[in-house]
T-cell receptor, first 110, second 113 residues
Framework: RKEVEQDPGPFNVPEGATVAFNCTYSNSASQSFFWYRQDCRKEPKLLMSVYSSGNEDGRFTAQLNRASQYISLLIRDSKLSDSATYLC???????????FGTGTLLAVQP | EPEVTQTPSHQVTQMGQEVILRCVPISNHLYFYWYRQILGQKVEFLVSFYNNEISEKSEIFDDQFSVERPDGSNFTLKIRSTKLEDSAMYFCASNSNMNTEAFFGQGTRLTVV
């Protein structure tokens, strides 16, 4: 099983759509969870951290289910500028290295 | 806003040559990292560095690679005897606490020819 596994994508959605990304992780001892965004040939940038209670930042909502080892990201009212690759990232239990999923490409169409 | 800076942005080198990739982490951060991303693939961990020593390294980080913090601000990755398969984006990252998000530099695109 991959350490961090994401939806394969790509996701092609119209402007204004709601889109959800899912991610699972294999290490139950993982401590911290993040969604990063990566534009083409650019560095990963933190979108939001993910907390057990769930958290929201504007149009973005992240959820964590520790029992199922499952993380999600919901984007409401998609904008053209949301087009990017969304990376599910997990911080290992006994380590400080970030483990990245392969990413899911989102293309928002006008 | 403080940021991680990397130089050069693009480096082309001949196979077998040595390269040094440079990074200036965010000034009050204590943990430093190198990651790489081969074109079309996922971001992979190479090495973490804390308190002037390597705290963890991946299988990729073999004897060909070394890291150094030569002064109070720079953090370097040296790749000896480069191979074609070393061509990738190399990202430096830092954070203030090992359990928090890491901030990434804009990357160095290494092309080995």
């Amino acid at each position: 099983r991959k350490e961090v596994e994401q939806d394969p994508g790509p996701f092609n959605v119209p402007e204004g759509a709601t889109v959800a990304f899912n991610c699972t992780y294999s290490n139950s001892a993982s401590q911290s969870f993040f969604w990063y965004r990566q534009d083409c040939r650019k560095e990963p940038k933190l979108l939001m951290s993910v907390y057990s209670s769930g958290n929201e930042d504007g149009r973005f909502t992240a959820q964590l289910n520790r029992a199922s080892q499952y993380i999600s990201l919901l984007i409401r009212d998609s904008k053209l500028s949301d087009s990017a690759t969304y990376l599910c990232v997990v911080l290992g239990g006994a380590t400080n290295k970030l483990i990245f999923g392969t990413g899911t490409l989102l293309a928002v169409q006008p | 806003e403080p940021e991680v800076t990397q130089t050069p942005s693009h480096q082309v080198t001949q196979m077998g040559q040595e390269v040094i990739l440079r990074c200036v982490p965010i000034s009050n951060h204590l943990y430093f990292y190198w990651y790489r991303q081969i074109l079309g693939q996922k971001v992979e961990f190479l090495v973490s560095f804390y308190n002037n020593e390597i705290s963890e390294k991946s299988e990729i980080f073999d004897d060909q690679f070394s890291v150094e913090r030569p002064d109070g601000s720079n953090f370097t990755l040296k790749i000896r005897s480069t191979k074609l398969e070393d061509s990738a984006m190399y990202f430096c990252a830092s954070n203030s606490n090992m359990n928090t998000e890491a901030f990434f530099g804009q990357g160095t695109r290494l092309t080995v020819v």
